[in-house]
């Protein structure tokens, strides 16, 4: 069985001058179409989004993988990292700024977030309180388990792999196994 970073290497060269290509488009009819190709099922939606995605993103890397009915919201602050899965059900939202490093695997149904609402203000009601925009960064060689939540302003360090159905609400150290709500340190990987 050829991985999906085989078959990405030997049609490379295609991909390239297609993202080239779309290069001439102007930028709101990339969103316009990576949107109406969201559920796009098979090896043609995977293409299609990926061609899309290197042209709106901040910054992405090779072999970037958008499964169908995956929600990305202000591309243009969020950066991928190569040989990296989004895998269906997933919402994103880089209002704020997202970084994903390489060789990331995010599983079904995980929510990355990069704002936060204030609260603080009783003369206002919570839902017309201002928004903090973050840094939500998440380094190479990392797990996202299914259903897990990454909130706002936390870095997931290399390594380390979230348990399905955690929520992070602060940094994750180098290697780390996290589980929970509130996610916590379950144990280290070496």
């Given at each position: 069985m050829i991985r999906g970073r085989d078959k990405f290497e030997k049609f490379k060269p295609v991909i390239g001058?297609?993202?080239?290509?779309?290069?001439?488009?102007?930028?709101?009819?990339?969103?316009?179409?990576?949107?109406?190709?969201?559920m796009m099922k098979g090896n043609k939606g995977l293409l299609i989004r990926y061609i899309f995605l290197k042209t709106i993103t901040k910054e992405c890397g090779d072999n970037v993988s958008i499964h169908p009915n995956v929600y990305l919201y202000k591309l243009k602050n969020l950066s991928i990292g190569s040989n990296v899965s989004i895998h269906p059900m997933c919402y994103i939202d880089s209002t704020g700024r997202i970084d994903i490093g390489n060789d990331v695997s995010i599983a079904h149904g995980v929510t990355i977030m990069s704002t936060t609402h204030q609260y603080g203000d009783e003369n206002i009601l919570i839902k017309d309180q201002p928004v903090d925009l973050l840094y939500t960064k998440i380094e190479d060689?990392?797990?996202?388990?299914?259903?897990?939540?990454?909130?706002?302003?936390?870095?997931?360090?290399?390594?380390?792999?979230v348990a399905a159905g955690a929520v992070v609400i602060k940094d994750v150290p180098i290697r780390a196994i996290v589980g929970g709500v509130p996610a916590k340190i379950i144990k280290y990987r070496l």
């Amino acid at each position: 069985m050829i991985r999906g970073r085989d078959k990405f290497e030997k049609f490379k060269p295609v991909i390239g001058m297609l993202v080239y290509f779309c290069n001439f488009l102007p930028c709101s009819i990339h969103q316009k179409l990576f949107e109406v190709f969201r559920m796009m099922k098979g090896n043609k939606g995977l293409l299609i989004r990926y061609i899309f995605l290197k042209t709106i993103t901040k910054e992405c890397g090779d072999n970037v993988s958008i499964h169908p009915n995956v929600y990305l919201y202000k591309l243009k602050n969020l950066s991928i990292g190569s040989n990296v899965s989004i895998h269906p059900m997933c919402y994103i939202d880089s209002t704020g700024r997202i970084d994903i490093g390489n060789d990331v695997s995010i599983a079904h149904g995980v929510t990355i977030m990069s704002t936060t609402h204030q609260y603080g203000d009783e003369n206002i009601l919570i839902k017309d309180q201002p928004v903090d925009l973050l840094y939500t960064k998440i380094e190479d060689n990392v797990w996202i388990g299914a259903k897990a939540t990454i909130l706002g302003g936390v870095e997931v360090s290399t390594g380390s792999i979230v348990a399905a159905g955690a929520v992070v609400i602060k940094d994750v150290p180098i290697r780390a196994i996290v589980g929970g709500v509130p996610a916590k340190i379950i144990k280290y990987r070496l």
